[in-house]
């Protein structure tokens, strides 16, 4: 990727806007200026500081697929001021991003293996696109397991894609609901139910988890007890962010800063901190 100050704005026009749920979209962004659209690159599993101008900006993961750099899809809830004025723009309006930032998925680590993906709630986003990017690349990975956990049927997102996913060779894809209706067809209960159904050969096997933390802080140490090493498990964490580049302190998390650092982070390096307070 072109080097570019970390601190600069870079206007993007929503080429798409896409109604998810109620209160959740997905933007489709392209850079106004054509150079930085085709030398912009990024991991799966990094995030920009999305900017509504004269509002303010938020972290949002890059829910787009590495390989298509041009067209950036970011999944947005709404649920305050920034997001909320993101919600009033429309096709052919301008946001501002920085980044990318922070570190992706351990995509080349997972190459020859088999991958299990949990997540739970918008959880799902930031990992989206190291899904499609393995997909891309079916040869070079084994089993493919995707667990996804919500609390309704209307918060499941990207509801084609995992019917997409489901279709895919040497793919299971496992849908759990906390409190479902008539509409469910799938496991009724919290997401780690479903670890049980989950095939884990500890010698190959790599786990990317992302979603609420305390989902994440009790799954781990299931996988753990089915044999699978803690240096096997990554997941993303969630913070306050506002610089994105280690400055303001917000995200920090133990010695870490999540948008440096992170946000994913193998899980034995992270997990002393996990559930704390005050860190």
Known sequence: MTEFNPLLIH???????????EDIYTFRLRFADPALSRSFRFAAGQFNMVYAFGVGEVPISIVSDPDEPEVLDHTVRIVG???GAMARYETGD?????????????????????????TGGLGCAPVVGAIEYIFRRRAAYG???IVHGVKTPQDLLYRERFDAWRRRPNTTVLLACDRADKSWQYHIGVV???????SVDPERTLVL?????????????????????????????ERHMECGIGLCGHC???PWFLCTDGPVFRYDRIAPWLGKTGV
């Not at 026009?13 to 749920?21: A, F, G, M, N, S």
């Not at 080349?108 to 299990?116: H, I, L, M, P, T």
């Not at 780690?192 to 989950?198: I, P, R, S, Y």
């Open 143 to 145: 089993a493919v397991t």
């Open 252 to 254: 920090q998390l133990g």
């Open 209 to 237: 988890m992302c979603g609420p933390e305390i989902m994440m802080r009790l799954g781990a140490p299931i996988l753990m007890k089915k044999g699978l090493p803690a240096p096997s498990i990554y997941v993303s964490l």
């Open 192 to 198: 780690t139910e479903l670890f049980e159904q989950v």
């Open 94 to 118: 301008s946001l501002g991003i920085r980044g990318p930032f922070g570190q992706g998925w351990p995509l080349e680590e997972a190459r020859g293996r088999d991958v299990v993906i949990i």
């Open 11 to 21: 206007p993007a026009v929503i080429v798409d806007k896409l109604r998810e749920t």
């Open 81 to 83: 001021r920034v997001t």
